[in-house]
């Protein structure tokens, strides 16, 4: 039972490969050669198999066997592609052949042995690659000789196509370089380096198919970095190049103003310090600085590192000749055959009694804007503005920093770009007056309101407010005379409420006032306990002057005459205290007695003072009205003695 088992389960397994046939013999069969396409689909008809005939007696069994079996399967007498999706016949991987073995069994005994072999036939399926290893960042000197090959580029394609390099011309470096033979790869230096200029360069390098109809391409960036060489000698600064594009520096001239008072001070130059780079920027060889002549004995040092000269004693008020002219020379410390000289002038001056000074330190101007390319800066009442100085000769007006929108020139006038200017704009300039023969400088601002088309300039700096037009006037003027209603109103609500307030109190006073021209006044009165409680308010501040009289503390007056006190004191009931309670039930109100009113007497009597009767249960007040402030007749005699 196993046995058989065994045997269904190995024809189970060569079933793919083994087709089971009837045939006489395995003869008449030959070695198959074929061809098939990469990429070709599954099933894809490889060849024909030969057996002689075809008897029913006898059993026979052909296998594929070998190191391809598996790409190939038995379909009758014919052999078949075996590929899928996902396993394509791709020459580049299984190389240009596939090799099997086809075996014909006749009873399961070996009849025969045929070999197949099959080539896979090329198609342009894959693009050119560039090796990674030729496209890596280069490095070439800048001293490199033009029209020599300087690095080379290689690109492969996995179907052994022919490859040709082109150099991309849009590239911004393109016309440095150059390929003479495309199919080679290798690059030429068309234009000498220079790393000053350029220390990297780039170009897009594309390997293309030349002998194929698809011409399949692939492109790359390639960078190139410039090495620096020793190849430059030092200048000094600031550099200006002998012409646009051109690394070629002229050295300036240095001067510097001196006074026969200066000694023992470095000495500051113009356009600036006495300095110099090497022209090599990536190697920056350090430099020496050395005065070759015109040290005048060495009244100027200068020092080999820094290049700063030191004047070291002044300068004799008899020796003739007023400059000094130096050569200098700065070179590199390694290497001192590259060198750079320059010249610097020493100028002894007179001391300056006029240093540049402005007559104001700053100057209102005005623009109008137009079309006009280009127009003067006005200032008050049309006026042509211009920046003026003290007196002092050889003065040169700057602007710093410099403006692309003005200038000004020698004489201090200012010329502005109208056609650039926009209306109401506002632009603050500062203008340096410089004296070229000693050095000295002032400087001052210049506020300049760039006005609308037909706005007339001010007249003065009262009148500014003009610029805004006529319709911002008659908008101040109506926001004013709004400020000044709205006072006016608060004003009338104020005097409103005011009397309105004072209208109840002088009807409160009324009735008090009416009941003090009587003799006796009722201690149980509203009208009176009002006025009691007034008069109790102002005895604490002293003497005081009421409505009807002039109240004083009894304290403060002078002694009475004996006639006259005997009489008050029949006619004056004693009281046992100097406070009287009024009537008052509720307890409120509580007076002080010790006040009277003084009242004076009649035309025609000794002058004295007149008291009115004490203050009783009944509270008797005489309130005699005064005239006048003249009828009032106070004996100071008296008083004093």
Not at 199 to 215: D, P, V
Not at 303 to 313: K, V
Not at 567 to 582: C, G, M, T, W
Request: aromatic share 8%; glycine share 6%.
């Amino acid at each position: 039972m196993s046995r058989m088992f065994c045997l269904l389960l190995w024809q189970l397994v060569l079933r793919v490969s083994c087709y089971v046939a009837t045939a006489s013999l395995c003869t008449a069969g030959s070695n198959i050669f074929a061809s098939v396409r990469e990429n070709s689909p599954a099933g894809q008809f490889i060849s024909h198999i030969s057996i002689r005939s075809d008897p029913r007696a006898n059993t026979v069994r052909l296998c594929l066997t070998g190191p391809n079996a598996n790409w190939f399967y038995l379909e009758g007498r014919t052999i078949r592609l075996n590929s899928s999706a996902s396993r394509v016949l791709d020459r580049e991987v299984l190389g240009p052949f596939l090799i099997a073995e086809l075996t014909c069994y006749e009873d399961d005994i070996k009849q025969s042995h045929y070999r197949i072999l099959v080539e896979i036939l090329n198609e342009n399926d894959n693009k050119p690659k560039f090796l990674e290893g030729t496209i890596q960042p280069f490095i070439i000197s800048e001293v490199a000789a033009v029209n020599s090959v300087v690095f080379t580029v290689k690109a492969v394609d996995s179907d052994g196509d022919m490859i040709s390099y082109i150099i991309d011309q849009s590239s911004e470096d393109a016309w440095f370089f150059r390929i003479d033979l495309p199919n080679s790869g290798k690059v030429v230096l068309s234009k000498p380096l220079d790393y000053e200029s350029r220390t990297r360069l780039q170009i897009i390098m594309w390997a293309q198919e030349s002998n194929t109809e698809e011409k399949f391409n692939i492109s790359t960036v390639l960078t190139i970095n410039i090495e620096d060489v020793d190849d430059q000698y030092p200048h000094f600064l600031p550099c200006t190049p002998v012409s646009p594009g051109v690394p070629i520096c002229m050295n300036p001239i240095y001067t510097a103003n001196i006074t026969r008072k200066h000694q023992d001070s470095v000495l500051e130059f113009s356009p600036g310090p006495i300095r110099a780079r090497d022209g090599d920027r990536g190697i920056n060889a350090p430099l020496m600085y050395t005065i070759l002549s015109g040290d005048n004995h060495d009244r100027f040092v200068m020092d080999n590192r820094t290049g700063e000269i030191r004047l070291t004693r002044a300068v004799d008020e008899r020796q003739p000749g007023a400059n000094f002219t130096l050569i200098v020379m700065v070179c590199q410390v390694e290497d001192r055959l590259k060198y750079s000289v320059a010249t610097v002038v020493v100028r002894v001056l007179s001391e300056n009694s006029f240093p540049p000074v402005f007559n104001t330190t700053t100057f209102k101007g005005f623009i109008i804007q137009s079309s006009s390319p280009a127009s003067i800066v006005s200032t008050y009442g049309n006026q042509v503005l211009q920046v003026q100085q003290g007196v002092n000769p050889n003065i040169r007006f700057f602007l710093h920093p410099p403006s692309q929108l003005y200038q000004v020139t020698q004489e201090g006038v200012l010329i502005a770009r109208t056609d650039q200017l926009r209306a109401f704009d506002r632009h603050i300039l500062q203008v340096v007056a410089r004296d070229e023969e000693s050095g000295e400088e002032a400087s001052a601002s210049v506020d300049i309101e760039v006005l609308q088309r037909g706005q007339a300039v001010p007249h003065g700096a009262f009148t500014e407010q003009q610029l805004f037009g006529d319709v911002d006037s008659r908008l101040a003027g109506g926001i004013a005379a709004l400020i000044l209603l709205t006072f006016l109103s608060a004003f009338l609500f104020l005097l409103l409420r005011f009397v309105r307030r004072r209208r109840p109190q002088e009807a409160d006073v009324l009735p008090a006032t009416t009941t003090l021209q009587h003799h006796k006044v009722s201690s149980r009165s509203p009208g009176f306990m009002d006025e009691a409680l007034r008069r109790q308010a102002s005895l604490r501040s002293g003497s005081f002057h009421g409505r009807q009289g002039l109240y004083i503390r009894r304290q403060s007056l002078p002694p009475p005459t004996s006639s006259s006190s005997a009489a008050d004191s029949r006619s004056r009931p004693q009281s046992p205290s100097s406070e009287v309670s009024l009537s008052d039930p509720a307890g409120r109100c509580h007076f002080q007695t010790n006040l009277f009113v003084v009242v004076e007497k009649p035309a025609g009597v000794a002058s004295g003072w007149a008291r009115s009767p004490d203050v009783t249960a009944g509270l008797q007040v005489h309130a005699g009205m005064p005239q006048s402030d003249e009828d009032i007749n106070i004996d100071q005699s008296k008083e004093d003695t």
